[in-house]
């Protein structure tokens, strides 16, 4: 693999991981990103020969994966529905039916994943999971030098609110 593909393949992974998560966290939602975690790394260093066996197994679990995502988001939107309706009888009926999707998506996930780091040899899985583990050191780097950019950004906007301890003052409430 030429470096330049590597450089590639490890930022889009660390794109993934950085950007996802912090998606979900701003929507309220604890869940998986739609990308699975383990497969990122795995990926970055399989050989060749098993990337192509890999590409052939997820052709066969693509069509479950696609399945389990559709009926997990037909599930949410009958959720939304029955929220709407106000009926309380039926939205812990379709919050029942939810968890149960989202729990068949990640299990079918999860295997999906444990077939393709199985492929891997010892050193390769110990490669995949330092490279892992370096990731989401960076997204706990990134996140909290993005907080403290918006803090800076925020207080040299408005001197205002630095100077008052934090309070905005009464004319511009």
């Known amino acids: 693999m030429s470096r330049s593909v590597l450089v ?4 889009v992974a660390a794109m993934t991981i950085c950007e996802l998560p912090t998606q979900a966290q701003d929507l309220g939602q604890e869940h998986r990103p739609p990308v699975m975690m383990a497969m990122s790394p795995c990926m970055m ?12 197994d997820f052709q066969q679990h693509r069509q479950r994966l696609t399945a389990d995502h559709r009926n997990l988001m037909d599930r949410r939107h009958a959720l939304t529905q029955a929220i709407l309706s106000g009926d309380s009888t039926k939205v812990k009926a379709q919050e029942s039916a939810v968890m149960s999707a989202a729990q068949k998506l990640l299990q079918d996930q999860d295997a ?18 330092k490279l892992f583990s370096t990731l989401v050191s960076l997204h706990q780097q990134f996140h909290s030098q993005m907080q403290k950019a918006v803090q800076s950004a925020q207080h040299a906007a ?15 409430q």
């Open 112 to 129: 999906f994943e444990v077939a393709i780091c199985q492929k891997l040899s010892p050193t390769q899985l110990s490669a995949a999971q």
């Open 45 to 56: 260093v399989a050989t060749p020969a098993q990337r192509s066996s890999i590409h052939r």
């Open 8 to 11: 590639v393949a490890v930022a």
């Open 158 to 172: 408005n001197p205002a609110v630095q100077s008052s301890g934090g309070q905005m003052p009464q004319s511009e």
